[in-house]
């Protein structure tokens, strides 16, 4: 028996309190079970779990305010002003309600009828298992103008809830703080961009409360450490406005509805802009259903029959005069919105379980878009007219798009037989093991060719940079033979689930991994990033199976002596300096590397293709609103806003400086 499990025995040992050792016992043994993975994801949503937690107390309208730090050791706390866990004695636990909520898995869920708690995030998993996935975890609750407390270490009470103080009868909530587990996860350091992103998001989803983030880690000049606070007075409205911002809008007006439709909250709001794509997100209880679901179908019904409806009664001489038929996706082309629903019971579906089940929640949401947009078009008729104009373009742009596929897909009828001349394929049939290279410039797309390994890595050289395709219509990216180069020779295909679907089927795909190498120099970060937003926006299936990543060539090479180093990063070359340096940079050769081209074949082998000896990044896409408001920045007409961002984040101005 450890000192703890001692402990607990001297309180009152019962079954259930077995009963709770195996179930945290169970969390550890299969983190990635309760909490997605025990990587940079499983770290981070420990965070979103506790906040959740934060948040329901906010939907039920006692909280306003939610505190999170970054601890200097990257432990986390987590305070909010609601009205503090109940500490009062459990008669069927034999404990208080905080240690049960602190200890039972899955408990604190379905208790309070008419709450839209599924809590915990995705994997509604609870505080409990934070608490057994956490070294050491503190809880304190104000409440009754007293502070009460407990610990624990990997979710083992070290003592029962006591009192630790007082404080004003008024002020009550709930405070954690939690030191994950080394030994669980592989990495331990918060990312704050992560947290932001999703605290932000929060702050829109939820209207009117307050969320700060602070960072300890991080001090200014005057020892004040980073924070930022999230809050939004207009909810999904401002998030639609946020998501927009880096494009034109269509008009400026957004169109909003915050109702309840047969006990469905529903806040929805949409704006259009002149662009092409279609960037809808939608939410149930918070979660974000990156596969859609009732909800969005409910959505997408009411566009398509008010706005045709629209359009057929009062503009059929141009319908008529376009000579197309138009159809459900002509109208989500440059529209953005983001449709948050509160469903009390929410059956999540798919492979993901971001699919919203519910069948009663389409017709409410079809009945609540319905109505509002009936009402805004009618009251609108100047903006009304521009999306109808703008509907027609689309309609006649997609039957471009059908003819100009298909005429691409008749030259390679099997699909897979005929590959991109410019492509040096690989050997080897298992494509579990092989590799694609997309290199820029034909000359270092020659070293490249020379230093693989010809059995399971191929090469695609680029010319130049790729059509941007997010400025593009969706149709310019198969009349592009560079982008026609890539789709041929990873084997995807378009059109083959559904005629106008515009993502890729990858069931076809040739190579496991699919890797970017271009030079690491601002020119070569706009290549690799023309090449990550075809494959976002045309084949993000790809890069959610974690097919897609980017390699990383050397930036220098430092040589003393006989020792020398390749140097990926500036922090790689002060450790050489330090290492084998005299104080002085007289002792110490540097080579910098300004492109690929520079090194001869088995430079590049050694440095940047071996998996042995490579650094590979794997692209990931952690929120879907924020990489659409990301990419629509980087690849937009705004120039400003991506300045700031290239200044905020380059890691290649010291060589282009
Ligand atoms: C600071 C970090 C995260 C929370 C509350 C408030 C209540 C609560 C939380 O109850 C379920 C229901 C009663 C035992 C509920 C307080 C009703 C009355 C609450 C949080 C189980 C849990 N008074 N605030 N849980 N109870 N904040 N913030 O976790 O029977 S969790």
Redesign the pocket.
């Known amino acids: 028996m450890t000192e703890e499990e001692k402990i607990i025995g001297e309180n009152n040992y019962s079954a259930s309190n077995i009963q709770v050792l195996e179930g945290l016992e169970a969390v550890r043994k299969r983190p990635a079970m309760y909490i997605g993975d025990i990587s940079e994801n499983g770290l981070h949503h420990l965070v979103y779990e ?2 959740d ?2 948040i329901d ?1 906010a939907m039920a309208g006692y909280c306003d305010r939610i505190d999170v730090t970054i601890n200097d050791d990257n432990s986390i706390t ?3 002003n ?5 500490v009062d004695y459990h008669e069927k636990e034999k404990k208080s ?1 905080l240690e049960v ?1 602190m200890t039972v898995l899955h408990a ?1 869920g379905k ?2 009828k008419g709450s839209y708690k599924v809590s915990g995030g995705l994997h509604g998993v609870g ?1 409990s298992c934070v608490n057994a996935l956490s070294t050491h975890m503190t809880t304190q609750v104000f409440r009754n103008g007293k502070i009460y407390q407990q610990e624990y270490e990997c979710g083992k009470p070290l003592y029962a809830v006591k009192e630790v103080g007082s404080c004003d009868l008024g002020f009550t909530g ?3 703080t939690f030191w994950p587990d080394g030994s669980i996860f592989t990495v331990t350091e918060y990312k704050y961009e992560t947290l932001q992103t999703r605290l932000r998001e929060l702050a829109y989803l939820n209207k009117g409360i307050y969320i700060s983030l602070t960072d300890l880690r991080v001090k200014d000049e005057d020892g004040m450490p980073r924070k930022e606070v999230f809050h939004s007075e207009e909810g999904v409205k401002e998030f639609v406005r946020y998501l927009n911002s880096n494009n034109t809008p269509l008009f400026n007006d957004v169109i909003y509805l915050n109702t309840e439709k047969t006990g469905v909250p529903i806040e929805c709001a949409i704006m259009y802009n002149t662009g092409y794509r279609e960037n809808l997100h939608s939410y149930v209880n918070n979660i974000n259903t990156k596969e859609g679901g009732t909800h969005e179908a409910g959505f997408r019904s009411a566009l398509t029959r008010v706005l045709k409806k629209y359009a057929e009664d009062t503009c059929p001489k141009a319908l008529e005069k376009a000579k197309v038929e138009i159809a459900g996706e002509d109208f989500r082309e440059g529209l953005i919105a983001v449709i948050s629903v509160k469903v009390a019971e929410p059956q999540f579906e798919g492979q993901t379980k971001t699919k919203l089940g519910n069948n009663e929640v389409s017709g409410a949401v079809n009945q609540a878009v319905g109505e509002a947009l009936s009402y805004y078009l009618e009251e609108h008729p100047k903006e009304a007219k521009l999306i109808v104009d703008k509907v027609i373009v689309a309609a006649t742009a997609r039957v471009a798009a059908r003819k100009a596929r298909e005429s691409v897909q008749r030259k390679n009828p099997l699909g897979g037989g005929g590959l991109p001349g410019k492509l040096a394929d690989c050997s080897s049939k298992n494509k579990d093991i092989c590799e694609l290279f997309l290199v820029e410039g034909d000359s270092a797309g020659g070293s490249a060719k020379s230093g693989r390994s010809r059995e399971f890595q191929a090469i695609l050289p680029l010319r130049g940079k790729i059509l941007n395709v997010e400025k593009a219509m969706w149709h310019k990216a198969f009349e592009s033979e560079e982008v026609n180069n890539i789709i041929q020779a990873l084997g995807v295909r378009f059109g083959v689930d559904d005629e106008d679907s515009k993502q890729a089927n990858i069931d076809k795909l040739r190579y496991d991994k699919v890797i970017i190498m271009a030079d690491a120099d601002v020119d070569g970060a706009h290549i690799a990033t023309l090449i990550m937003t075809l494959f976002y926006r045309y084949m993000p299936e790809l890069i959610e199976e974690g097919h897609l990543y980017i390699a990383q060539p050397p930036l220098y090479k430092c040589t003393k002596g006989k020792v020398s180093e390749y140097c990926y990063t500036d922090e790689d070359r002060k450790a050489f300096m330090e290492k084998y340096g005299d104080g002085t940079e007289s002792g110490i050769h540097t080579q910098r590397y300004k492109g690929l081209g520079e090194m001869n074949a088995d430079q590049l082998w050694e440095t940047t293709m071996d998996p042995a000896t490579r650094r590979l990044k794997q692209v990931h896409v952690e929120n879907a609103a924020e990489a659409d408001y990301i990419f629509s920045m980087l690849m937009g007409d705004e120039v400003g806003p991506r300045r700031d961002f290239i200044e905020q984040h380059a890691t290649y101005a010291n060589i282009d400086a």
């Open positions: 506790v906040v937690n934060a107390e987590v305070q909010d609601g009205r503090g866990i109940p309600a909520v604190g208790f309070d505080v709930t405070k954690q």
